[in-house]
Structures are given as C-alpha cells and as structure tokens.
C-alpha cells in the first residue's frame, strides 16, 4: 500500500495533522520514534494561551491566532483544557502600570472572547491573592489564560485520527527516506530490530527538536535548515498557597515566570529561556536555572521558595526556527512550514517551531500547503469537532463529575475528578460495569489495573513513565515501592501481548 502521508514525530504537531489530514480522507502512517509526546509536547508550561509577553516582540499575528485558539480548543477538550484566572502584580522600576494595562486590554480584544472573563485590577491589599506576596506589591491586574494536560492532548489526536483510519506506530525510527518512482519510500525500525519499508505521496518531517536530523542524516539534504533549540526547564514544590489562582511574575531581565496551582498538593514554577547544545532527548535543568527560577519568585512571596521545597523538575526543547534572535527569549515562538518539491518530486513539509496552543491552526496550514498535490482532499473540519471524552459543553464538567460520582459511589472523590478530567465521557467506557474497587483490579496506588489496562490497549503506553509521567503525572502521587509494583506488572503484561503478536 502507498499511503498519501508519513509523517514524522508523534507530538502534538505530528498528532495534530494526522487528526486533520485522516479527517480530510487522506491515508496516513504516523512514526514515532518513543512514546507519544515524550519530548516537547509534554515538558511545556501546560499552558493554552495567547502569549501575553509576545506583544513586546510585535508577534500581533501568532497571539491573536493563540488568542482565538484558547475558546476553540477549550470546547474541543473541556475535560483536559480548562481557564485559569493569572494575577500580575506590578513591580516598581519594571513595565509601568499603563504599560502593562494597555497589554492587557490588546490580550482581551485582539482575539475576541466569548467564554473567558476579561481583565480586572485588583488591589492586593485586600484580595485573598496578596496575602503570599510581599507587602509591597499593593497592586496588580487578573486576566484569564488557560490550562491543558499537554501530553493528554496529544494521545487524544493520535486517537481520533487512529479512528479515522490513520495508522500510529510508537517506538518506531525512521531511518531512511528516499524519493523513488514519484514516491517517497521510508525505512522503519520497531524497538524490537524490525525492519520494513513504508511507502507515501508525501512526507511530513514533524520532529520537533530533531526536524534538522531527519532533513541531514534521514532525508540525506546537505543544507538542511537549522532549528534553534532552546530549553524550558520547570520546577515543581510543594504548595505555596491556598488559593486557585496563578501567578505571572515580572523579573528584572525582562523575562516572566509562572507559578500555578498543580496536581493538587504542589505548585509548578516555570520557565527559563536558555540555548541548548547536544542531545535534545535528555535536557536537565541546570543548577544554574532552578536557582534563577527560585530566585524570581521568592522575589514576590513572602516565605522564600529553596531547594529543599523541590519535588520534581522537567525540562523541554523548544524547536524554534533559527532567524538570528540575539536571545533565546527573543527567538519567535512563530511557527514555518517550509515545502519542498524540487524538480516536481514528492512533496516534503518541514515543520518548525510552534506553540502547544496553536498546533490546530498550524495543522490547517499544514494541509494548506499540501493541497495542491491533494486537490480530492476534503474541507477544514476540525475547529467545531471535539477530541475524544470531549462530547460535553465547556460549563458542564462539574455536573458530568456528579454524574460519575453517583454511578460509581465507591470511589473517592478525587478519584472520580481525576478520571473525568483525564478521560471525560470516555470514562465511564473505562469504568464499564464495574460496581466495587475489587473490580478495578490490582491497585497501584492512585492507579487501577483496569486504568492501566485501558492506557495500554487504546492510548499506546508501553511502560511505567508512559503512565506515570505523560498519560498522567500520577509518578507525583506514588511511592517508590507502588512505581516499581507497577513497572513489573506493564512489563509482564506487555510480554504476553508481545507473545500474541507475534502468533505465540
């Protein structure tokens, strides 16, 4: 079989045309070379937003479509994406309150709002939101943005685009890419050592911070464009304040930092601008950047934030594309798709850079620029659809949570809350008939066997980290003896399915 696409990369980019493009009619073979989301799309800030420091670079373009994208995506994914409410306290000798005000009111408009409320001021004095800060912050302004499970999102496109016909291969390298007989024609490898050759009318490089590589060392191109990586490092500890909203924090340099409400019992600080050199599959944060970022928000707190508060820190590469930036901060967050079809051979469309928020829109655009060697592709869907367990209105999680709760009455409370913002309506699929925590099967803490069973049948996960660190950050709720319990049980089970596989 030829298909129409390969693609490349199975983050949210990659899973994100291959929803758009199987939804078009078009046949698609989607490789990754590990797990789902296991680079960038699962390391970001967890943030639908427009980007409210891009205005000072005049990105007017990229966040007003991340404006427009933070409502249309909040109704595609109600259960994984929900609104934040962020303070920003001014800061003396930093962007002056009219600055700021007149930012705000550009962040409110340029996109246009329906459901997120919009700016207000709020004196810190007396909202309950001053209380952790220091006395001299009297004021500030709360503006809304919006929160998603990242690596969550992009399980759900590879599902609905698995649904649609496309076919998702993880742990699966491509090695080799060759134009033959109008045709691209690639070379796979499983995990395993299994070889085969996969063939597509075009190819879609979508690598994220391995775009170059695959161009270089894949594709064979002695002038492959050159991506400008650069690290996100984020730290998580222990939680700072009891309140639900977030803040956003002015430092000295120029840059911002967040500090948000997450997994209950914790509180995520992020994130740093640095050049990255070397692997991008194992960035750490750096000494020097957890102590950057301790340093910018015990600015603002009053209890200083230490190394001993840590709990856990991931770092990602931004895989922006190289346009000379003098700094990593300056480097546009804009997305390029760049096409090449020299001498009328099959197409190939290279992916760079991008933000979480607006992978939808640069999916479309993706399409675009393919369609003339498509012309029986269908229309543009995807911005009314909603991604699987997103079937409910945006103001209904909480009476779908009840819901749940009543039907399943032996379950705790954030157990039911948990499942519905992971999987939504999907979770009463997941759920089925059973009626006592027995019949949830083993429990590795937090997580059921019949969770894990349906992670691994329907959304890819392979190992523990699948499940722990990206189909969920339940790896912040378990002991070491539970992750190790469960480490076993995914290794003996993927055996025997190892074994049916291959007839045994």
């Known amino acids: 079989m030829t298909y129409d696409l390969f693609i490349i990369g199975g983050g949210v980019n990659g899973c994100g045309i291959a929803r758009d493009a199987s939804g078009r009619g078009l046949t698609v073979f989607l490789a990754e070379q590990g797990d789902l989301a296991s680079g960038t799309s699962s390391a970001s800030t967890k943030l639908i937003h427009g980007g409210l420091r891009y205005l000072e670079h005049y990105e007017f373009r990229l966040v007003r479509e991340a404006l427009i994208e933070r409502e249309v995506l909040l109704k595609a994914a109600p259960h994984i994406i929900w609104p934040l409410r962020f303070v920003l306290p001014c800061h003396k000798g930093l962007r002056p309150w009219p600055i700021l005000r007149m930012g705000l009111f550009l962040y409110d408009h340029l996109g246009g709002r329906e459901i997120l409320p919009g700016t207000r001021g709020v004196n810190l004095r007396t909202d309950v939101t001053g209380e952790p800060l220091k006395n001299q912050y009297v004021r500030g302004f709360e503006y809304s943005d919006c929160w998603v499970e990242d690596a969550r999102l992009v399980v759900l496109n590879a599902r609905d685009a698995q649904a649609r016909g496309a076919v998702i291969r993880t742990r699966t390298k491509c090695i080799s890419a060759r134009r033959a007989e109008g045709v691209w024609e690639m070379t796979i490898e499983t995990a395993d050592g299994h070889v085969e050759t996969v063939r597509a009318r075009a190819l879609i490089n979508s690598a994220g911070p391995w775009v170059s590589e695959i161009l270089g060392a894949v594709v064979g191109r002695n002038d492959p464009d050159k991506i400008r990586m650069v690290k996100g490092s984020h730290l998580v500890v222990e939680k700072l304040y009891g309140h639900d909203r977030c803040y956003i924090f002015q430092n000295a340099d120029g840059r911002i930092c967040f500090a948000i409400p997450y997994e209950r019992d914790f509180t995520l600080i992020g994130t740093t601008d640095e050049d990255h050199k070397g692997d991008p599959g194992k960035p750490q944060i750096s000494e020097a950047e957890a102590d950057y ?157 019949r969770e894990i069973d349906w992670l691994c049948d329907k959304e890819w996960a392979r190992n523990a980290d699948d499940v722990l660190w990206r189909r969920s950050k339940l790896g912040l709720h378990t002991t070491k003896a539970q992750q190790e319990a469960l480490r076993t049980y995914m290794a003996s089970a993927n055996a025997v399915q190892d074994l049916k596989r291959a007839g045994g």
């Open 293 to 449: 970022l301790l340093g910018a928000v015990s600015e603002y707190f009053k209890r200083p934030v230490t190394k001993d508060m840590v709990r856990w820190s991931y770092s990602g590469i931004r895989p922006l594309y190289d346009d000379g930036a003098s700094k990593a901060q300056e480097a546009t967050r804009d997305y390029v798709l760049k096409l090449d079809h020299s001498e009328g051979g099959a197409p190939l469309l290279s992916v760079f850079g991008g933000k979480i928020t607006t992978f939808r829109r640069l999916s479309e655009h993706a399409m675009e620029k393919i369609q003339p060697f498509f012309p029986q592709m269908g229309k543009p869907w995807t911005r009314d659809a909603a991604l699987p367990g997103g079937d409910f209105g945006h103001d209904q999680v909480e009476q779908h949570i009840s819901a749940l709760a009543a039907k399943y009455p032996f379950l705790d409370k954030v157990t039911v809350r948990r499942l519905f913002r992971a999987y939504g309506t999907d979770a009463g699929r997941l759920l089925g008939d059973a009626r006592t925590s027995a019949d949830m099967g083993q429990s590795f803490g937090p997580i059921s066997e």
